[in-house]
């Protein structure tokens, strides 16, 4: 095969080859470290970015894969530099690690453009990793290739399948019901997460992955390979041989990340029984892409593309290793092909159609037929009214079906804290036609949007067997999570949106179908709300915390720094070498 590129034409090769001090600094001090001219001389140098941390159970197995990552390289020819990178641990960085997942971003466009290589092996999984590892990268320009962390074996409890996220929800209400031991409580810790790995359930991490590959940035059937398995371990091998030769094919993520490509990852993200979350990260990747994908893009595919994949939450049974043995993305893209942009470019270099051939579906339980969907329509919809005029989310899909249409008078919040205090409260004056509303936990108000959105259902309820009820909110949810969740309102209350001027007793109108939340509020109320609007104090005043405040956009713009996105300026010019 005839190469694009040969080894002059190295982006590294600026960094060794020239006959100068500058050049003999670089090479002595990889001597200093025991490396060779044989070493580099004439190999693509590639990094890993690897986001394995001590805190990170999701990515626990990288330290040992980077050593399959770079057994590929080496085979390939290449040269692998491993650069650690920001973790982002879903479960342990405090308040939320959407409030970093764009400094994760910047953080692997630097490292890419300001090291001397020539490609980039991308290794991710937990929720905000994928996104912002794939937007940094993409920003940087560089050939590159995703690794996902794959999910972790299902969990167990007294014999019963438990999914990371979901049943803990399930669970908990239970013990607020005191149906649940203390004892019972503790074997269910200890079996809802079994192996290192993503959540098995379709949250946020297996949702995101899947879209990496729809998009065309993993290897074929990457994406939903277990992290225990032993393919994992040759799907880690191939992708690092594979970048050595796209790097010599210069196949760089402008001529894969293209509008099709995009809408061939929300096709796929709507058969999944996707999280919410796919939306604000969806549209933040195609836009450091050039590509202008916005909520109007998720609600048509929501129109036409049936939910597949029966894998909970949306689904009732299965979890991701059950969906990887049934035949994994492949098989459920081979019964999406009229969905689908067949001749998208993927990291292969061929069509997305390459990848498909010879895929099989070998359960048609878990990977439902189109005339047998889990549900007819996509996983999500977006909603518009005097509430959100600029968009917010609902996920039917896993959501009880009384409530797609429905009135009640709100129960509204200002903050997490006091929603949490009252929401036990014997007292509290609520019912199951009630619409919990929690507002100032948007990008601003969070900060950072933290996933609070799947409100508690009220003891006294709870004690009833009430589990779902209507929920309102300008924050996010986790993608294992479930029920009749309205979420990311935009504009958020924190910088005056409409959610802001809602009042305790006022009737919201829901309709799914007509894809309306509204208030029943006049005009005229409405302005004299505003007008009497304060806008509450702001969280920071130093740090990256009062850039992130400074910079971030709304929900429905996907929550990016204004000055990242790829229409702020132009293209970021070479490092200068002196």
């Given at each position: 095969?005839t190469?694009?590129?040969?080894?002059?034409?190295?982006?590294?090769?600026?960094w060794?080859?020239?006959?100068?001090?500058?050049?003999?600094?670089?090479?002595s001090?990889?001597?200093q470290?025991?490396?060779?001219?044989?070493?580099w001389?004439?190999?693509?140098?590639i990094?890993?970015?690897?986001?394995?941390?001590d805190?990170?159970?999701?990515?626990?197995?990288?330290?040992?894969r980077?050593?399959d990552?770079?057994?590929?390289?080496f085979?390939?020819?290449?040269?692998?530099?491993?650069?650690?990178?920001?973790?982002?641990?879903e479960?342990n960085?405090?308040?939320?690690?959407?409030?970093?997942?764009?400094?994760?971003?910047?953080?692997?466009?630097?490292?890419?453009?300001s090291?001397?290589v020539?490609g980039?092996v991308?290794?991710?999984?937990?929720?905000?990793?994928t996104?912002?590892l794939?937007?940094g990268?993409?920003?940087?320009?560089l050939?590159?290739i995703?690794?996902?962390?794959?999910?972790?074996?299902?969990?167990?409890?007294?014999g019963h399948?438990?999914?990371?996220?979901?049943?803990a929800?399930?669970y908990?209400?239970?013990?607020?019901a005191g149906?649940?031991?203390?004892r019972?409580?503790?074997?269910?810790?200890?079996?809802?997460?079994?192996?290192?790995?993503?959540?098995?359930?379709?949250?946020?991490?297996?949702?995101?992955?899947?879209?990496?590959e729809?998009i065309?940035?993993?290897?074929?059937?990457?994406?939903?390979i277990?992290?225990?398995?032993?393919?994992?371990?040759?799907?880690?091998?191939?992708?690092?041989?594979r970048?050595?030769d796209?790097?010599?094919?210069?196949?760089?993520?402008?001529?894969?990340?293209?509008?099709?490509?995009?809408?061939n990852?929300?096709?796929?993200?709507?058969?999944?029984?996707?999280s919410?979350?796919?939306?604000?990260?969806?549209?933040a990747?195609?836009?450091r892409?050039?590509?202008?994908?916005?909520?109007?893009?998720?609600?048509?595919?929501?129109?036409?593309?049936?939910?597949?994949?029966?894998?909970?939450?949306s689904?009732?049974t299965?979890?991701?290793?059950?969906?990887?043995?049934?035949?994994?993305?492949?098989?459920l893209?081979?019964?999406?092909?009229?969905?689908?942009?067949l001749d998208?470019?993927?990291?292969?270099g061929?069509?997305?159609?390459?990848?498909?051939?010879?895929?099989?579906?070998?359960?048609?339980?878990?990977?439902?037929?189109?005339?047998?969907?889990?549900y007819?329509?996509?996983?999500?919809a977006?909603?518009?009214g005097?509430?959100?005029?600029?968009?917010?989310?609902?996920?039917?899909?896993?959501?009880?079906?009384r409530?797609?249409?429905?009135?009640?008078?709100?129960?509204?919040f200002?903050?997490?804290?006091?929603?949490?205090?009252?929401i036990d409260?014997?007292?509290?004056?609520?019912?199951?036609?009630?619409?919990?509303?929690l507002?100032?936990?948007?990008?601003?108000?969070?900060?950072?949007m933290?996933?609070?959105?799947?409100?508690?259902i009220?003891?006294?309820l709870v004690?009833?067997?009430?589990?779902?009820?209507?929920?309102?909110?300008?924050?996010?949810?986790?993608?294992t999570?479930y029920?009749?969740?309205i979420?990311?309102?935009?504009?958020?209350a924190?910088i005056?949106?409409?959610?802001?001027?809602l009042?305790?007793?006022?009737?919201?109108?829901?309709d799914v179908?007509g894809?309306?939340?509204?208030?029943?509020?006049?005009?005229?109320e409405?302005?004299?709300?505003?007008?009497?609007?304060?806008?509450?104090?702001?969280?920071?005043?130093?740090?990256?915390g009062?850039?992130?405040t400074?910079?971030?956009?709304?929900?429905?713009?996907?929550c990016?720094?204004?000055?990242?996105?790829?229409?702020?300026?132009?293209?970021?010019?070479?490092?200068?070498?002196?």
């Open positions: 095969m190469r694009r590129k040969t080894p002059a034409d190295l982006r590294s090769a600026r060794f080859a020239p006959d100068d001090l500058r050049s003999f600094g670089h090479r001090r990889w001597m470290m025991g490396y060779a001219p044989e070493d001389v004439g190999k693509p140098m990094a890993i970015l690897n986001t394995w941390s805190a990170q159970p999701c990515h626990a197995h990288f330290k040992d980077v050593a990552v770079k057994r590929g390289i085979q390939a020819g290449g040269f692998p530099i491993e650069l650690p990178a920001l973790s982002l641990s479960s960085v405090k308040p939320t690690t959407m409030l970093y997942r764009n400094l994760l971003a910047m953080e692997a466009e630097e490292l890419i453009r090291h001397s020539d980039a991308l290794m991710g999984g937990c929720d905000k990793t996104p912002a794939l937007m990268a993409t920003s940087a320009g050939p590159m995703y690794v996902p962390a794959g999910p972790m074996l299902r969990g167990n409890w007294k399948t438990l999914g990371s996220g979901s049943d929800w399930k908990w209400d239970e013990r607020r149906n649940i031991s203390d019972d409580w503790t074997d269910v810790e200890g079996g809802i997460a079994r192996s290192y790995g993503v959540c098995m359930t379709m949250g946020t991490a297996s949702t995101m992955t899947a879209i990496a729809a065309g940035i993993t290897l074929p059937g990457a994406s939903a277990p992290a225990p398995d032993a393919n994992h371990k040759r799907m880690c091998a191939a992708s690092g041989r970048i050595v796209m790097v010599w094919d210069d196949l760089k993520p402008t001529d894969i990340l293209s509008r099709k490509a995009f809408e990852g929300i096709t796929v993200a709507m058969a999944m029984g996707c919410t979350n796919a939306i604000i990260h969806v549209i990747m195609a836009r892409a050039g590509v202008d994908i916005s909520l109007a893009d998720f609600d048509k595919a929501s129109r036409k593309v049936p939910v597949l994949a029966n894998v909970r939450p689904g009732d299965y979890l991701m290793e059950d969906f990887y043995y049934a035949g994994g993305l492949p098989a893209m081979t019964r999406l092909t009229g969905h689908l942009h998208a470019i993927t990291v292969t061929g069509p997305l159609a390459e990848n498909l051939a010879g895929a099989e579906v070998h359960n048609d339980d878990v990977i439902r037929t189109i005339e047998n969907p889990i007819a329509e996509g996983a999500l977006v909603l518009k005097n509430l959100s005029p600029d968009g917010c989310v609902i996920k039917p899909s896993a959501c009880a079906p409530f797609l249409k429905h009135s009640g008078p709100a129960l509204v200002d903050d997490y804290p006091s929603m949490k205090a009252a409260r014997d007292d509290l004056d609520v019912t199951a036609d009630t619409v919990l509303v507002r100032n936990a948007g990008p601003h108000g969070g900060p950072g933290p996933e609070w959105g799947m409100l508690p009220p003891k006294k004690k009833q067997g009430i589990r779902d009820m209507v929920r309102i909110s300008d924050a996010r949810m986790s993608g999570s029920g009749a969740c979420l990311h309102v935009s504009p958020e924190h005056g949106g409409p959610l802001a001027l009042q305790t007793g006022d009737i919201i109108d829901l179908d894809r309306t939340l509204n208030m029943r509020v006049t005009d005229e409405l302005a004299r709300r505003q007008a009497a609007w304060q806008p509450p104090k702001a969280h920071y005043e130093r740090g990256y009062w850039i992130f400074k910079h971030i956009k709304q929900a429905h713009e996907g990016d720094f204004d000055f990242l996105e790829e229409s702020f300026g132009g293209p970021v010019a070479e490092p200068v070498i002196f």
